[in-house]
């Protein structure tokens, strides 16, 4: 894996953030090199102590980063963040202003202040009529048609991750990267908001053109009108499902050979696509049947070998016996305070034909703490007042 790419190096990013927005932001820029000092109250950030489907959002989106406790809460607390940020670059949160205010960082005051500092703040909504509302990837989803683009009718479904969450995080790193450009000209920063609601938006744009282009709503996905003869998914012989698809008039042709389905070829009325989309209620069932007689292994091979687009319906878990995704640099370890260890994905990207490092380890609550303000010139008495009663470091 590549170790060279910091191109944020020298960069630093003090982040005041929770749950997953904010923290993937911060995650996407120390992963490219930046120095991200992360922030906790002095019980620490409660997301560290989430179960369930909550149990990996601090631990995958917090790799890598510092931190440090501060009493916000108290006049010691709120200097060393002032003397902090005046060495920061970037600032990155996920509050709402007047919170921000209340802890000594309201972003007005701070642009008044800081006037080279970039402000990332990570909000549900951006400027407008719906700019105070509380917001949630959820609600985003249902909000803006996501959801009931993802389920049947009658069914609105939001999609199996935090994608919303997680892409706003990333275009928060995205526009710091470019206040952080666009600095080296003027030397000034900027105050950069970024809508959760607004993400979402962009995640359903190509429903909405399409109805402004052709005035009517396209239905659900489950529901949709089909642009190929063959999308679907299948049950095979050893109970597994896989998706199988024939976009091109190639892949229908190698499909119905690969199947011994001569009749299909023979039919004259499914030699245009067009004729083949037309017919797809009487040709899937057959196509069905067909695949249903095979093995799923067998079938992998044979659909590769033509270039037939499939995959099996796979966990989330089974990413971790994937032969792609276990080559080396597809997963990166990162180790917990108490030394429990987890492999997750590293950026989707290579550079010169290697994947970055991983994020790195995650921090015990403000282990950095001692670090970070002993350099900012705070003695032990200072950094004890400005860290309140912290939970201590493991």
């Known amino acids: 894996m590549d170790e060279s790419f910091r191109p944020l ?15 993937s932001c911060g995650m996407f820029l120390g992963m490219l090199g930046a120095e991200v000092v992360k922030v906790e109250p002095p019980e620490g950030d409660k997301t560290r102590d989430l179960t369930g489907m ?41 509050f709402r202003d007047a919170s921000l205010a209340k802890m000594g960082a309201d972003p007005q005051d701070l642009r008044r202040r800081y006037p080279r500092l970039i402000l990332a703040s990570h909000k549900g909504f951006l400027s407008g009529p719906y700019q ?8 985003v989803q249902m909000m803006t048609g996501l959801a009931y683009m993802t389920g049947p009718t009658g069914r ?20 710091v990267l470019a206040a952080l450009l666009e600095r080296k000209e003027t030397g000034k920063g900027r105050s950069l908001r970024v809508g959760l609601f607004e993400n979402c ?24 009108t ?31 050979r690969l199947l011994e389905l001569d009749e299909l070829l023979a039919d004259p009325g499914l030699q245009a696509r067009m004729d083949q989309i037309d017919a797809r209620h009487r040709t899937i069932p057959v196509v069905a ?36 995704v276990m080559r080396p640099g597809g997963l990166a370890t990162s180790r917990l305070p108490d030394g429990q260890s987890f492999r997750a994905p590293a950026l989707p990207f290579q550079v010169d034909g290697l994947m970055l490092t991983g994020g790195g380890d995650v921090p015990a609550p403000g282990q950095d703490t001692d670090q970070v303000l ?12 400005a860290r309140g009663a912290s939970r201590q470091a493991a």
């Open 132 to 139: 105070d509302r509380t917001a949630l990837d959820e609600v």
């Open 156 to 175: 609105p479904l939001r999609v199996g991750s935090s994608a919303n969450d997680i892409m706003g995080g990333l275009f928060g790193a995205f526009s």
């Open 9 to 23: 190096a020298g960069i630093r990013v003090v982040e005041m953030s929770h749950m997953i927005m904010g923290p």
């Open 54 to 94: 909550g149990r990996p959002f601090f631990p995958l989106f917090n790799r890598g980063k510092k931190s440090i406790q501060l009493d916000l809460k108290a006049e010691a607390g709120r200097r060393a963040l002032d003397a902090l940020l005046a060495t920061a670059d970037v600032f990155v949160d996920n």
């Open 201 to 224: 938006l962009l995640l359903v744009a190509q429903h909405m053109v399409q109805f402004d282009l052709e005035g009517v709503d396209p239905p659900p996905m489950p529901e949709r």
């Open 374 to 385: 002993g350099s900012l010139g705070f003695d032990a008495e200072g950094i004890g007042k």
């Open 289 to 324: 049947k067909a695949i249903a007689s095979r093995q799923s292994a067998q079938l992998g091979t044979d659909f590769e070998r033509l270039g037939i687009p499939y995959s099996p319906i796979a966990r989330p878990s089974d990413m971790y016996s994937d032969p792609h």
């Open 226 to 256: 089909f642009s190929w003869p063959v999308y679907d998914i299948f049950d095979t012989a050893d109970g597994r499902q896989m998706f199988v698809g024939a976009v091109t008039e190639g892949q229908w042709a190698a499909l119905c």
